[in-house]
C-alpha cells in the first residue's frame, strides 16, 4: 500500500520541478530583456543629456555674441552724446560720426537675425541719403539716428509675433514671424508650414521643420505669444542646428 502511494506521487513531484524550472527559466528571460531595455534607456539618456549639453554651450556662445551686440548698440548712443557735448566746430562735426556709426549699424543689421532686414537697412539707407544731401540737418539727423539704436536695443528685449516676407525653397512667402529677442526666429505660414531661421555660412537661411514634435513645439510659441504669454519655459528646436 506504500509502496503504490509513493509510486504514485513520484511522478507528480517531477512534474512540479520541472514546471518550476520552466517558470524559472522564462523569469530569467524576462530579467534579461528588462536589463537590455534599461540599459538602451540609459545609453539613450545619456546620448540626450550629451546632445542638450551642447546645444546649451551653443546657446550661451550666441547669448554672449547678443550681449556684445547690445553693448555696441549703447556704446553707439554714449558716443553720439559726448559727440554733441564735445562739438566745437558748428554742427556738422555731427556728420562724420553719424555716416560711420551708419556704416556699422548696416553692418550689424544685416548679419544679425533676419528680422525685418530690408525694411530696417531701407530705413538706414534712407537716413544716410538725406543725411549727405543735407536734406536734414545734422542735430534733426542725430536724433533720427539715436531713435533707430532705441530701436534696435528694444528689439534685443522684446518678443512676438510679426508679419514678414521671407524666402523659402527659392519663393518669397508672406508668414508670421515668431521673433525671441535678437536671437531666435522660427515662421509659420497659411498652409501650416513652419520652420526657424538657421545662420550658415555666407548668410541666414530660412528651413522648413516637419517632425510632429517641432511643428508642436513652434505652434504652441506662437500660440502663447498672440496670448499674450511672452514668458515661460518652451522646448523649441534649436536654431543653431542646421
Known sequence: ML??????????????????????IAMRGEVEELQSQLDIEKQSHKTKM????????????????QEVSIEKLQQALENYE??????????ESLVPVMLQTLDGLSQTVSEGLPFKTEERLAELADLRNQIET????PKKA?????AFV???IQLTRENGVYSQTIELDGEK?????AKLGTVFLYFRAS???VGKAVKQQGGWKFVELKTPEDKQQISLLFESLKKQIRQGYFELPNPLES
Open 3 to 24: 509502496a503504490g502511494v509513493l509510486g504514485f506521487s513520484l511522478p507528480s513531484r517531477a512534474d512540479n520541478l520541472e514546471n518550476l524550472a520552466q517558470s524559472l
Open 50 to 65: 550629451d546632445a542638450l549639453s551642447t546645444q546649451l554651450a551653443d546657446l550661451s556662445v550666441e547669448n554672449q555674441r
Open 82 to 91: 559726448k559727440s554733441a557735448i564735445e562739438a566745437k566746430s558748428g554742427d
Open 134 to 137: 543735407r536734406v536734414l540737418g
Open 142 to 146: 542725430a536724433n533720427r539716428l539715436w
Open 150 to 152: 532705441e530701436g534696435e
Open 173 to 177: 512667402r508672406l508668414v508670421d514671424v
Open 191 to 193: 498652409d501650416n508650414r
